[in-house]
């Protein structure tokens, strides 16, 4: 038997139409269009694929987009004063800083990510709304968790009740994901490179979440027969094949649903943005 295939496609094309609806409500309504700021810094050729994704889908769904591209030599003070500046500007209601950041200014990442407006803040990632989703009062989600929701809601997959599994413990994957499950009433385990007996594990998983960021790791014999399995990872295994953090080939042989890599979830961060952005305008306009 053969997994369903859940393409990130078709889930990510209703929620960027929701989006657009709501965009287009509040424009009429409050005469605001709605406005997202990027700002890359450096050269890492994925993230220039991201934001150029990120700038297509704020063009098709009437959202201001402005990308600000800094240069590899951006010191912190310099990337902290853009910061002001966009957090000061009314037309701009989101900002993302696309991760990573350059070496020389990596170690300074929390410190910069926390200078952003917790209202403009569409990547979820301030300390005030990471607080806000563990205490059950939700305001900006991180984008790749919140869109893997969404799309198993959109699915008609239930998450109650269930045994979720997920391997991988980051900031913008894996403990997001532990609340936003927990929230759903689901029973969260979260494992990681120090966990034991791990297939033992994740073979107990009714819903197995890989984000650990490790070519196809997770196997056949590692999934639990009708389990429903989220790939977040994306790896770069050749230079023109990506693969996710699961074995897509033998784990659709034994799934009930899959998410494939490319074309899964990926899709559903951009549009999730899209989504994140209309809260804050709406957080900022008070509608
Ligand atoms: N790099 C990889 N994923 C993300 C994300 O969700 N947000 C930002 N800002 N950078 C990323």
């Not at 496609?9 to 409050?30: D, L, T, V, W, Y």
């Not at 959109?154 to 403990?175: E, W, Y």
């Not at 639990?224 to 996710?244: S, T």
Request: one cysteine or more; hydrophobic letters at 45%; a neutral charge.
């Amino acid at each position: 038997m053969s997994a369903k295939i859940l393409y990130g496609k078709e889930f990510a094309a209703q929620i960027k139409e929701s989006a657009r609806i709501e965009i287009e409500k509040i424009k009429n309504k409050f005469n605001v269009t709605p406005g997202l700021a990027v700002i890359i810094v450096g050269e890492n050729p994925a993230s220039q694929v991201y934001v150029r994704n990120k700038h297509k889908s704020c063009e098709e769904l009437g959202i201001k987009s402005v990308v600000v591209e800094m240069p590899e030599s951006t010191t912190k003070k310099e990337l902290l004063a853009k910061i002001d500046e966009l957090n000061a500007d009314k037309t701009i209601h989101g900002i993302l800083v696309q991760l990573p950041l350059p070496n020389a200014i990596k170690s300074y990442s929390d410190e910069i990510l926390n200078r952003i407006d917790p209202m403009k803040d569409v990547d979820g990632f301030h300390p005030m709304n990471v607080g806000k989703l563990v205490t059950g009062t939700p305001a900006l989600v991180p984008c790749t968790p919140a869109g893997c929701i969404e799309m198993l809601d959109l699915a008609g997959i239930p998450i109650d009740g269930k045994h979720a599994v997920i391997i991988g413990r980051s900031n913008i994957v894996g403990k997001p994901m532990l609340h936003l499950l927990m929230a759903r009433h689901a029973t969260v385990t979260v494992c990681h490179s120090h966990t034991k007996h791990l297939a033992e594990i994740t073979r107990e998983a009714d819903i197995l979440v890989a984000a650990m960021g490790k070519p196809q790791f997770v196997k056949a014999d590692m999934i639990k027969p009708g389990a429903v399995v989220i790939d977040v990872g994306i790896n770069r295994i050749e230079p023109k094949k990506l693969v996710g953090d699961v074995d897509f080939e033998a784990a659709v042989e034994v799934a009930s649903a899959i998410t494939p890599v490319p074309g899964g979830v990926g899709l559903l961060t951009v549009a999730m943005l899209m989504k994140n952005v209309v809260t804050a305008v709406k957080l900022q306009i008070g509608a």
